[in-house]
């Protein structure tokens, strides 16, 4: 079975800018988890959706916004990039659902100029 | 304090030797317990969860949990080199009718040949 997978794996952009980032979930999960991960902060939530409603969100603002396909694919958008949000992000897809168990994509490694 | 804490390391033991990796938690309405497995440049990989006291054994890893102390660990038995990476402790609990997931920031375990 395929594993998680994340397009683009490396995006530089500059401040200002917005980026939108994909994840397609392991076939059959319908659960998908996004995260932001730094050397400082280390992993934090963002936000999760299933069957095409966020259903749980961390604490992150507004500019951090995903959906979800029909068929399970995600999005995740930010907008007006702030050099702080460079970071790995990652999403991970669960079974289960909420962030139990979950299966984690290689990763989008984000650089804000 | 911290909602989860690891400590950092680096740990070292030598190949064969047991590895104890430790997490404490603060909050006492906790629910579900997890351990990843985050090798250097990739991305964080599910090795263990348990959700109830006491301990739980797939292969080479047990995975301890003692609500009333609120800590969980993980032993690594007979180490080897390929088991060098930063564990994540992360933990699941109840907050205003959502789930919350807090990861640790992570040990570092380094294995001797």
């Known amino acids: 079975k395929a594993g998680v997978t994340q397009t683009p794996r490396y995006l530089i952009k500059t401040r200002g800018q917005q980026v939108t980032l994909s994840c397609s979930p392991i076939?059959?999960?319908?659960?998908v988890s996004w995260y932001q991960q730094t050397p400082g902060q280390g992993l934090q939530f963002l936000f999760e959706?299933?069957?095409?409603?966020?259903?749980n969100k961390g604490n992150f603002p507004g500019r951090f916004s995903g959906r979800q396909f029909s068929n399970s694919r995600s999005e995740m958008n930010v907008s007006t990039l702030e050099l702080g949000d460079s970071a790995l992000y990652l999403c991970?897809?669960?079974?289960?659902?909420?962030?139990?168990?979950?299966?984690f994509g290689p990763g989008t490694r984000l650089t804000v100029t | 304090q911290k909602e989860v804490e690891q400590n950092s390391g680096p740990l070292s033991v030598p190949e064969g030797a047991i590895a104890s990796l430790n997490c404490t938690y603060s909050d006492r309405g906790s629910q579900s317990f997890f351990w990843y497995r985050q090798y250097s440049g990739k991305s964080p990989e599910l090795i263990m969860f348990i959700y109830s006291n006491g301990d739980k054994e797939d292969g080479r890893f047990t995975a301890q949990l003692n609500k009333a102390s609120q800590y969980v660990s993980l032993l690594i038995r007979d180490s080897q080199p390929s088991d060098s990476a930063t564990y994540l402790c992360?933990?699941?609990?109840?907050?205003?009718?959502?789930?919350?997931?807090?990861f640790g920031t992570g040990t570092k375990l380094q294995v001797i040949p």
């Open positions: 076939s059959g999960h319908r659960s």
């Open positions: 992360a933990v699941i609990r109840n907050s205003g009718g959502y789930q919350k997931v807090t």
């Open positions: 991970a897809s669960s079974l289960v659902g909420g962030q139990y168990e979950q299966y």
């Open positions: 959706y299933f069957s095409e409603t966020q259903r």
